[in-house]
């Protein structure tokens, strides 16, 4: 089993730099010694931890706008609640993340700097840092419309497990897409917009059953195709070291085939997008913005990295994946821009 790196060693490498929770330049570099380390915790430098979190929920706040044509200002409202949500909830599920990883991560070239494994942080710290960022978290859940927060209660429980899953199944990424398009049910949420009636959550009539906004299933199911496809290409950062230690992944499973599995995928994907369009009756730039760009985006993604060269799958995944979620983004903006001179301030 390799030994972790010592810290200095590891900062020298590139390592560091591929989400491996050792960033310490830019703005990080200005902040306290003492508070590197929890910011490197929670992934805050780059910023793809907390955006991956919040692009979601900036999908459902859109789309719930566009479907109930929603003012600018509870839009704005929304943005601003869910940002601040997603915030410590990042903190948090990154925590959380590390604090069940720490004796894998030890083992392992890329995750044997993070502050736990390399001594900077305490498991006793890094767990109170975790309940601390999870009750900020849940006090956001204090500003949605009433009933809201039992919507967060699939979230939570799957971001809890999710460390887990990387041991106990190869499907670990979609699990990992499940608890990050939650944040669409959370985003229309916010909204006032219920995404189910029937069942467990809301209001409802037992003669009516359990119902879907359509729309909205449509983009959460999207948003799992989409985190699949960015975190397998991650995955295959680590794809030795995960076969030697017994980690599972859609890479591990794949392998040399994943390609094939995520052109499918991404088809998929778009296929989705393309039906929540149409759904809601969208003008043509959303599907050119939102439809096109991803498939522009994610396609050159596919063919154009190098899974065997970690430092490929690091560009591709934290280039790509602003790209496609800036597209589905900006699609979903863009009509709602062009209904807003239609909605009563």
């Not at 915790?41 to 459902?60: D, E, K, V």
């Not at 940002?83 to 990042?90: A, K």
């Not at 894998?104 to 700097?113: F, L, Q, V």
Request: aromatic content about 14%; overall charge positive.
């Amino acid at each position: 089993m390799k030994k972790a790196l010592a810290s200095d060693e590891f900062q020298n490498t590139g390592l560091a730099q591929q989400y491996g929770g050792g960033h310490a330049g830019g703005w990080v570099g200005r902040l306290p010694a003492s508070w590197v380390p929890y910011v490197q915790l929670a992934r805050l430098s780059p910023p793809a931890a907390l955006f991956l979190i919040y692009f979601p929920h900036f999908f459902g706040i859109v789309l719930a706008a566009v479907i109930q044509r929603s003012p600018v200002s509870q839009v704005l409202r929304a943005c601003a609640v869910m940002f601040g949500g997603s915030f410590f909830f990042s903190n948090a599920a990154h925590g959380w993340n590390d604090l069940v990883d720490a004796p894998i991560d030890k083992s392992i070239a890329r995750t044997s700097g993070r502050p736990i494994p390399r001594g900077a942080v305490t498991p006793r710290a890094a767990f109170l840092f975790t309940m601390s960022q999870g009750l900020g978290a849940a006090a956001f859940l204090l500003l949605m419309p009433s009933g809201s927060a039992i919507y967060a209660v699939p979230n939570i429980i799957g971001t809890t497990y999710y460390p887990w899953a990387k041991r106990h199944t190869n499907l670990a990424q979609f699990v990992l897409g499940f608890c990050l398009a939650w944040g669409i049910i959370m985003g229309s949420c916010s909204m006032g917009l219920q995404p189910f009636t029937g069942g467990p959550f809301g209001d409802h009539d037992e003669a009516d059953g359990f119902e879907v906004q359509p729309s909205i299933a449509c983009l959460f199911i999207a948003s799992i195709f989409w985190t699949i496809i960015y975190d397998t290409i991650y995955a295959h950062q680590d794809l030795k070291d995960d076969l030697r230690v017994g980690l599972k992944s859609i890479a591990v499973l794949f392998r040399d085939h994943t390609k094939t599995l995520l052109w499918l995928v991404l088809s998929c994907m778009i296929s989705l997008l393309y039906t929540v369009g149409n759904l809601e009756r969208m003008g043509f730039q959303f599907f050119l913005i939102a439809g096109g760009g991803s498939a522009l985006s994610l396609g050159a993604m596919i063919s154009s990295v190098k899974l065997k060269d970690s430092a490929s799958c690091w560009w591709w995944f934290r280039y790509g994946f602003w790209l496609a979620g800036g597209s589905i983004a900006a699609g979903l903006f863009s009509e709602y821009v062009l209904i807003a001179p239609t909605i009563a301030f």
